[in-house]
């Protein structure tokens, strides 16, 4: 009869694993695999392989039978019955396709079945008869061969070849019954065939009810029901394996049992080296009759007890070893199934001691895993088939995680929730406790947030797990590679949280461990001893001495030597271990502490001695898993964190940051105590940001400094969002950070730039950049300049990546880093001193900007200059940022507020500037990082005045190079002829039919540094330091001869002021040298291009005249506007060297066409530009118009200087142009800036208003030139102030206003402007002469007339009427026209040509 069992998974996969194999005999697979393993054919198994599997390929052989059915030869039948002899798994496959053929109704009907069965049978009996005349039992030894395999048959040495046949057969009708379960034609069909082979007598009916179904059999009239069959069955079952005889229940089995367990305990035990006799065993059994399951259920308890009787682990896998072949006599299922039992009946137990009150026997437990696996090492039983007996499975060891996780979040959850209901006298004695100040002062009486619950321990929420005590076991039995696998299998029920695995990871972590520990500590213990011996005595030795010996040796490299030549491998096991553990490894801190330092000494002999190659996803695996999240769930771990720090320094910031995104959003997410820690340390820094002020500061420094030790990304999360909120607290956050770890300051950049970047608020706000990036970046700089050796290259990185992304909002994080760290800033309001001081050198500069220096950071300089050069972003960052500014003009169609679109267009203008001087003044060798103009122009499409502008000091370094080299000649030398090639690819080549190449590369390659000397700027800083110095000196002297001071506080005072003198002495000495320095390269400079201005001025084949305006177009267009626009330097180097060219080439330039242009096109100008180049322009014409009014006031410096250059001529004929003439022209371009100014004040854009306002305001100076030019501005300037609803338009008139009307008064008038040449001021002194006599003449005859008693005559009287009317008339037109009473007519000169060309011009 057919006995069912359990088929465990094992067997399923077992079977698949051989259908993979063996794909063309899949159920031959599968009935050599039930016979082997004596487990019975399961539905499931069936069902899954007929689903699964490829069963519908018929084989040649089916090919041939089909034929013989048809009537076809005998030799069909041959070859099947040769398959049948040399192949039987695939008869087994063929008998399965015929039987399908049948079914299915395929060419072959159930008499013709039935007939090749008998066929068959007359074969196998042939064969049978043949095998036994031979004497032998060769030929059923084939056919069991056949069936199966000699070895994994599992079938009767005896059986026949006719039974094979048989069993093959009703296999394949076991098959098909299985598939065809439901009621339908081919079930009918299969039961028609069945019914015909009963019918043939082919097959006994006994046979048929050991193979087939029930419900099958009952259909084929086997059986008289299904359910009689199934019930005669269960009876035979029990009979046969349950039942024994009643008279041994109660006094033979009893004694049986004890007979039995007295054999078992006198041989094994922990003192005991026997072993059992076999026969001892089968005796008792036989004399007692005693189940063979109770027999195996008592020798598992005496080996388990014995087992755990041993001293060691050795000891009891030696027992275990020496009893083996008595537990392999037992059937391994057997074995399983009572291992089984115990497993479920200590469960049992376990419960009824926790409903009683009691607590569980947790060594009972771990004595049975222990012996389990003892069995499983010596290959006893199979792990996989223990697997399913115990509990929990793993589908409920994931949902009692998630119910873990889930009661884990909603405790953190409540911390963050707000009871704003609650009272003062509703509080609990820990929420008061838990809301007292920890300094003294404090005014809040009342917290809104609870108090903090405690989560009980994970172990006991976890719960009860055998696997997880069978996983132990094997690691206390050092079966790693068993265990490894287990914890990998089951790592989501989180193993390392139960007791037996978390202390058996940590045996085996310590004896990993401690032999390199055990090493660093002897290093450290010779360094500290080498240290103490060579600094002289006791205490820490001095820094010099410290780190080299006696002989010169550098003891720390032959330390760190020794360390990495002891690390001379790989510890992979150590590396394979700590992910497993995780963050179970706090619970012993000792031991976490000497894996961070062996771990750290392993990371420093791969990286830094490159002793072995590193993986670096296993050391990631390490610090996300293990390391960092044990850091978590460590109080104020400061000496752990260094390790760790150690480690994660030498990784780029890139891995750094990925191990941090991982550690917050895989850890604190999912495991429940770092759930819990994170929401702690929320619920702290909470309280912190907002009780924390300037007064209390000290004290919150170190709370959160303890806190961010071990938490620090929850904990600056909430500070950064804090930031973000209030701007206010970024100061206080930066003061908070004092006793911040490294660690903890690298893990702030991280959420720092995580913030940046993932945040979903927008970035710009419509009227600028929004406030919390502004406060962000603020931050970013006062951090990294108070804390120098924090990694700077994620941010300037962040900040490159943006740009590519077309953001120019981040670029405020590197302007405020420049800014905060060097002290450099760009764009402020510049006053007269600074703004000549732009053309001195780097002393002047430093004395005109003092506080660039004061803000400076040294270290900080240094780390930040090089992580920019370090990190290859001198060049990317420039040209992202030159590109982005072009990218705001020509592809900012979403900037529809041009104001906003100029402030961002001006804040990347200023970066651009500040990036390139802080690499200017802070590189060592810019010439070694700075690419050549044509990569930045060709390649990288950088417009002309960026590009030169970026390699200006290399260019300027080989023009002053060349000036030394070849002074006094007059061509153009080697090393700068290398560049005129690129100059020339540059534009087409009719722009140099116009201007000179090299003209252009003399003006785009020099600085202002280079052409004017600022020697009155000089000389007020040096004047200004020697009246300090005295200052210094004098006091000195007061505080030597000062009888009132301690002798020790005047020492003190009289060297802080020799200090201070020797500070001034220097800073003096410096601007001397400076400005000697300066003097001789402007004089050798000038020298050059008055050598040069000749063949400057020899382009082009027309008349001199003509090529003097060409040139000068051209030069204002690619030359003066670009960079004009360009910075406040820039601009004012643009005005000195036309200057220059006015005074040094007069042939080849012509001012006055130059200045014709720029009024004409200063509307134009002013409504294309921002706010900030409007200024540049401002200060372009500022200084342009100043040095044409010191040629106005001083008429003998013009005449002597000025009049006779070609560069002041209209037309070719024209005399030189005279100092009158000159001052017309300055007046009438006085008039267009007027006009010009005027017309953009009147616009309707807010833009164009603001420029005309910066432009005005810039030129205040000099501007407006005459009284005359005042009227129209004052009116359009008051409109502005008394209409206009735009608060900064009105603030910018305001000013403007104000400082126009304090300098109304000094401007002149017509006539006085006039007067400034000496001819019409004779004139005009005679001419007002002649009117003060006649004045005093009429006002004699007056008198003489008063005296008179006579009346004149009515026609005396009108005649004298009308003259006096006339008078005042002509005084009045007079008045009008000179702006003051006294102002005299324009006396009658000489008509000159050029006052007519020049008017006809501006008409």
């Not at 001495?545 to 010169?552: A, I, N, Q, V, Y």
């Not at 810019?926 to 122009?937: C, P, S």
């Amino acid at each position: 009869l057919r006995v069912y069992t359990r088929t465990t998974p094992t067997s399923l996969q077992h079977v698949q694993g051989c259908s993979a194999s063996r794909r063309s005999h899949p159920f031959a697979a599968l009935l050599t695999h039930a016979r082997a393993t004596q487990y019975t054919r399961s539905i499931h198994v069936v069902r899954t392989l007929a689903e699964t599997m490829e069963v519908d390929t018929p084989s040649p052989v089916a090919a041939h039978v089909l034929k013989w059915a048809d009537g076809g030869s005998d030799a069909c039948l041959e070859d099947a019955k040769r398959m049948f002899t040399e192949d039987q798994d695939g008869f087994s496959q063929l008998l399965v396709h015929l039987v399908r053929c049948v079914v299915a109704e395929e060419e072959l009907s159930s008499e013709q079945m039935v007939n090749f069965l008998l066929e068959l049978y007359d074969f196998a009996s042939t064969l049978a008869e043949e095998s036994a005349e031979e004497g032998g039992a060769s030929g059923d030894k084939m056919a069991a061969e056949g069936a199966g395999g000699s070895s994994a048959s599992g079938e009767k040495e005896g059986e026949s070849a006719t039974d094979v046949v048989t069993t093959f057969f009703l296999d394949a009708v076991w098959v098909m019954d299985l598939m065809h379960e439901k009621a339908g034609p081919p079930r009918t069909r299969l039961v028609e065939l069945m019914r015909a082979v009963k019918e043939a007598e082919v097959i006994a009916a006994a046979r048929m009810r050991e193979v087939l179904e029930p419900e099958f059999l009952a259909e084929i009239k086997v059986v008289a029901s299904a359910q009689s069959f199934q019930r005669s069955l269960r009876v035979v079952n029990t009979r046969r394996h349950m039942h024994q005889p009643i008279e041994f229940l109660m006094s033979d089995e009893s004694e049986g049992f004890a007979k039995l367990y007295v054999a078992l305990a006198f041989h094994i035990g922990p003192a005991l080296d026997g072993t059992v006799s076999i026969a001892q065993v089968k005796e008792v059994m036989g004399m007692f009759h005693i189940a063979p399951m109770r027999v195996i259920d008592i020798t598992l308890y005496v080996l388990m007890n014995a087992a755990a009787g041993c001293g060691d682990a050795q000891q009891a896998r030696a027992l275990v070893a020496r009893h083996r072949p008595l537990l392999l006599e037992f059937d391994a299922n057997a074995l399983v199934q009572v291992l089984g039992f115990m497993f479920k009946r200590h469960e049992e137990e376990t419960l009824e001691a926790l409903a009683a009150g009691a607590a569980w026997d947790v060594a009972a437990m771990q004595i049975l895993a222990r012996f389990t696996v003892l069995l499983v090492v010596e290959e006893v039983v199979d792990m996989e088939h223990i697997l399913p007996y115990l509990t929990p499975t793993q589908a409920q060891m994931q949902r009692r995680k998630a119910e873990v996780t889930k009661k884990a979040a909603l405790l953190a959850r409540s911390l963050t929730t707000i009871n704003l209901n609650q009272d003062e006298s509703e509080k609990t004695s820990e929420e008061a406790a838990d809301d007292a100040p920890p300094y003294v002062g404090n005014t809040l009486s009342a917290s809104l947030y609870p108090a903090v619950p405690e989560f009980p321990a994970l172990e006991r929420e976890m719960g009860r797990n055998q696997v997880f005590e069978i996983i132990g076991a094997l690691l206390f039995y050092h079966e790693n590679e068993r265990a490894l696998e287990m914890l990998s299998r089951f790592r989501d029920g989180m193993p390392c949280s139960h007791p037996s695995v978390r202390e058996s990871l940590a045996m085996q972590l310590s004896m990993l461990v401690q032999p390199m520990y055990d090493a660093y500590r002897a290093r450290e213990a010779k360094a500290r001893a080498h240290a103490k011996s060579s600094g002289g005595g006791g205490g820490k030795p001095k820094a010099a001495e410290g780190k080299k010996g006696g002989d010169g040796m550098d003891v720390e490299a032959e330390e760190a030597e020794s360390a990495a030549g002891e690390l001379s491998t790989f510890p992979s096991q150590l590396f394979q271990l700590l992910p497993l553990i995780g963050a179970e490894l706090h619970t012993s801190t000792p031991l976490f502490y000497k894996v961070a330092v062996v771990v750290r000494e392993v990371v420093t002999a791969a990286i830094t001695h490159k002793r072995f190659e590193l993986p670096q996803r296993e050391l990631e695996a390490v610090l996300v898993h293990s390391l960092l999240p044990c850091l978590s769930l460590t109080a104020s771990a400061y000496a752990i964190a260094q390790p760790i720090w150690d480690t994660l320094r030498v990784l780029p910031y890139v891995v750094r940051y990925r191990i941090y995104f991982h550690w917050r959003h895989s850890k604190y997410d999912s495991h429940p105590l770092l759930v819990i820690v994170g929401a702690k340390a929320l619920h702290e820094t909470r309280k912190i940001m907002g009780r924390v002020a300037r007064e209390n500061i000290k004290v919150y420094q170190r709370i959160i400094a303890k806190m961010s030790h071990s938490n620090p990304v929850v904990v600056f999360e909430k500070v950064v969002e804090n930031m973000q909120s209030y701007g206010n607290l970024v100061p206080l956050v930066n003061d908070l950070l004092r006793f911040v770890s490294p660690l903890s300051h690298d893990v702030l950049v991280y959420v720092l730039l995580h913030e940046m970047a993932s945040s979903a608020k927008p970035k710009m706000d419509g009227i600028g950049v929004a406030s919390w990036l502004s406060s962000l970046a603020q931050f970013c700089g006062i951090f990294f300049r108070k804390h120098a050796s924090v990694d700077v290259g994620g941010v300037l990185q962040y900040v490159a990546n943006q740009l590519k992304n077309s953001s120019s909002a981040d670029l405020l994080v590197l302007r405020q880093l420049i800014t905060q760290i060097s002290g450099m800033e760009v764009g402020e309001q510049l006053t007269e001193s600074q703004v000549g001081a732009l053309a001195g050198g780097t002393q002047l500069r430093a004395e005109a900007f003092p506080g660039e220096q004061a803000k400076a950071a040294k270290r900080s300089v240094v780390r930040l200059r090089d992580a920019i050069v370090d990190g290859a972003l001198t060049v990317p960052l420039f040209v992202l940022m030159a590109r982005q500014r072009t990218a705001l003009v020509y592809h900012g169609k979403s900037e529809k507020h041009l104001k906003l679109m100029s402030q961002r267009l001006d804040d990347c203008q200023h970066t651009i500037v500040q990036y390139v001087e802080f690499l200017h003044a802070h590189a060592h060798s810019f010439e070694t990082i700075a690419v050549g103009l044509d990569v930045l122009i060709d390649k990288f499409g950088v417009e002309v005045a960026d590009a030169f502008f970026f390699v200006r000091p290399v260019l300027a370094k080989l023009y002053r190079d060349d000036i030394h080299a070849k002074e006094g000649s007059g061509g153009e030398s080697d090393t700068r002829g290398e560049l005129m090639p690129l100059v020339e690819s540059l534009h087409p080549a009719h722009v140099w039919e116009s201007l000179s190449p090299h003209l252009f590369a003399s003006f785009w390659s020099l600085s202002l540094y280079d052409i004017q000397e600022p020697g009155d700027v000089y000389n007020s800083y040096i004047e200004k330091l020697e009246g300090e110095l005295l200052e210094e000196r004098a006091k000195g002297k007061a505080a030597a001869a000062a009888n009132n001071m301690k002798e020790e506080d005047k020492k003190r005072a009289v060297k802080d002021i020799d200090k201070r003198t020797r500070a001034l002495e220097t800073r003096i000495a410096k601007l001397k040298c400076e400005k000697k320095d300066q003097h001789a390269m402007v004089k050798h400079v000038l020298e050059r291009i008055r050598a040069s201005a000749g063949q400057w001025a020899e382009v082009g084949s027309s008349t001199p005249f003509t090529r003097a305006k060409n040139a000068t177009e051209m030069f204002l267009r690619i030359c003066v506007l670009p960079r004009c626009l360009y910075s406040p330097a820039d601009a004012l180097f643009c005005a000195q060297f036309i200057h220059v060219l006015s005074m040094e080439m007069p042939g080849g330039f012509n001012t006055l066409h130059l200045m014709n242009i720029v009024a004409k096109e200063l509307s134009k100008i002013v409504c294309a530009c921002s706010e900030a180049e409007a200024q540049c322009v401002g200060l372009f014409l500022n200084h342009l118009l100043r040095t044409f009014m010191q040629w106005a006031d001083d008429e003998q410096y013009y005449t002597e200087h000025i009049g006779g250059l070609t560069s002041f001529l209209a037309r070719p004929d024209a005399p030189p142009l005279p100092h009158y003439e000159f001052l017309e022209v300055l007046r009438s371009y006085a008039r267009c800036f007027s006009d010009a100014l005027t017309k953009c004040l009147s616009s309707p854009e807010p833009l164009h208003i603001r420029n005309a306002l910066y432009l005005c305001t810039t030129m205040i100076d000099v501007f407006p030139v005459v009284l005359s030019n005042v009227t129209k501005l004052v009116r359009q300037v008051n409109h502005i102030v008394e209409n206009d609803k735009r608060g900064d338009v009105k603030l910018l008139a305001n000013r403007y206003r104000a400082q126009l009307q304090a300098r109304t008064p000094n401007i002149p008038t017509r006539e006085s402007f006039r007067c400034k040449n000496a001819d019409y001021k004779k004139k005009a002194e005679e001419r007002l002469k002649l009117e003060e006599e006649q004045k005093k003449k009429e006002e004699e005859q007056k008198k003489s007339k008063k005296k008179r008693k006579s009346k004149k005559s009515d026609s005396s009287k009108s005649s004298k009427s009308s003259e006096s009317s006339s008078s005042k008339k002509s005084d009045a037109g007079d008045k009008k026209e000179s702006g003051t009473p006294n102002s005299l007519a324009p006396p009658a000169l000489r008509p000159s040509p050029f006052l007519a060309i020049f008017g006809l011009c501006f008409i």
